[in-house]
């Protein structure tokens, strides 16, 4: 079965309790410091009520945890992370670390703060954590706690230019759990009558540097896609690349979409836009990023590619989100233009846009249903 990243819920306790001794247990504790820690940590359906918990679990059984909460205005304290011992070494640790600086990303914080173990400063020094100072470890007299940070670098950047070639080879994910796919996907269609299961593509390594960025897609169902974003992406070297049409108005304001309930994303906000398809190619056989997005802007919006004036091209990074942005200048004003908008969606078969929202001013960006990439586009893009 997958791995699957989920929320806490109060029964968890004492599962999360169990992996949380266990685990310390691993390192090689005396019994007797063990047996204080034991009576002196435990995971409560209040620290569950208190902290934002994701549980890594396998066939049902939670194997692994995290626990966050914001120590500042610009920081999120990782209080745990805790992998049960015949889970460890396969990953699930890092994974957990880079949902929780997606989480940050989220909230828009710039920097992870943590206490570790005395023995697990190499594995965060490894993924970019810095010693800030120490303390004298209680469980290990003579040995010292490192205090640790991680500064998060911006989420929105220019591009230069596009790289990114096809895959021979299937999503790696998609072939391993092709039957636990299936399933979902029926049991989504139950929900949501009218997806279709189509054929995408999804980013499976990537290198962004001085302004290019280079990448390698594979192709896949939209099932594997749907399957592996509800699963709390646990394929961590996989990512969502997509396009986004960033419309801005005659007076600068910029348009999103309010996705309507025919979707998979009913109730978001973001930027008309959407999946790469496989037939989205440049001649040479690369993938035509900036070509979709003018793609997804007609099927949503009706406007054509001669209505609009391209500006800026930006990628965003939203953890397993990546979104290639085209800023598009329209000489019209917002709410003209939301009303040409909403005329062409009402009368469209897809009917994918319930309505558009125009943001002006940063203020505006504070519905929280307005996607994370799509909350950082507005303040890298609105003075």
Sequence with gaps: ????????????????????HRAKASWGYPEEKMAEFRDYWRISEATIQSLTLTVAERDGQPIAFSGLSPQ?????????????????????????????????????????????????????????????????????????????????????????????????????????HADAIDAYFEEARKRIPMLWNGRTMKLTGFEFKDGTFNGTCAECSFAAFLAWRDWGAPDASSFNLFGSAILRSAE????????????????MIYPPGGNLDPTDLTEDGKVDVVGAIYRELEEETGLKRDEVQPAELLVTFDGWRISIGQVMDVPRLAEELRTEILRFSEASEEQELADMRIIRTRADLEDSAIVPYARSLGKYLLP
């Design 72 to 176: 500042s205005e610009d920081t999120l304290l990782v209080d745990f992370l805790f992998v049960a011992p015949e889970a460890q070494r396969q990953g699930i640790g890092d994974l957990l670390l880079k949902r929780a600086e997606d989480h940050a990303h989220r909230q828009g914080l710039s920097r992870l703060y943590l206490e570790s173990d005395a023995n697990a400063g190499p594995f965060y020094e490894k993924r970019g954590f810095r010693t800030m100072a120490t303390r004298p470890s209680e469980m290990s007299p003579g040995k010292e706690i490192p205090l640790m940070e991680k500064p998060l670098a911006p989420a929105v950047y220019r591009v230069e230019a596009l790289n990114i070639e096809v895959s021979d080879k299937p999503w790696a994910f998609e072939t391993k």
């Design 1 to 20: 079965m997958p791995l699957k990243l989920r929320p806490a819920t109060e029964a968890d306790a004492p599962a999360l309790t169990d992996i949380l």
């Design 252 to 267: 600068g304001a910029l348009l999103y979409g309010v996705m309507s309930r025919k979707t998979a994303t009913a109730g």
